[in-house]
């Protein structure tokens, strides 16, 4: 079992910065950043695996930075130039598998959910 807790979000104006943090209780080779806003589905925005290769969504790309601490077992979502759009619930998640690539996706087997952290962007 693994217990994933978020931090860091809250509300900014566009252009703003904000860096998300989740601490994990114990080490998963694949951590992953994901976000939901009300009435659309779940997407994934930032992973990186266990050879610390990340993986970034089309719209964040050149924004948002995804890092991991592995002597902590802290994982951050650095987010700059913020904009409207990117205004969800923002979801740390944990998993591994032993062949696939770790992408956030929601067909990758990622088994350990955090509660969320919301973050708003006013224009």
């Known amino acids: 079992q693994v217990q994933l807790v978020e931090s860091g979000g809250g509300s900014v104006q566009a252009g703003g910065s904000l860096r998300l943090s989740c601490a994990a209780s114990?080490?998963?080779?694949?951590m992953g950043w994901f976000r939901q806003a009300p009435g659309k589905e779940r997407e994934g925005v930032a992973a990186i695996g266990r050879t610390g290769s990340t993986y970034y969504a089309d719209s964040v790309k050149g924004r948002f930075t995804v890092s991991k601490d592995n002597a902590t077992n802290i994982l951050y979502l650095q987010m700059n130039s913020l904009k409207p759009e990117d205004s969800a619930m923002y979801y740390c998640?944990?998993?591994?598998?032993?062949?696939?690539?770790?992408?956030?996706?929601?067909?990758?087997?990622?088994?350990?959910w955090g509660q969320g952290t919301q973050v708003t962007v006013s224009s």
């Open positions: 114990r080490y998963t080779s694949c």
């Open positions: 998640a944990a998993g591994s598998h032993p062949f696939r690539p770790c992408i956030a996706t929601m067909t990758y087997p990622y088994y350990y």
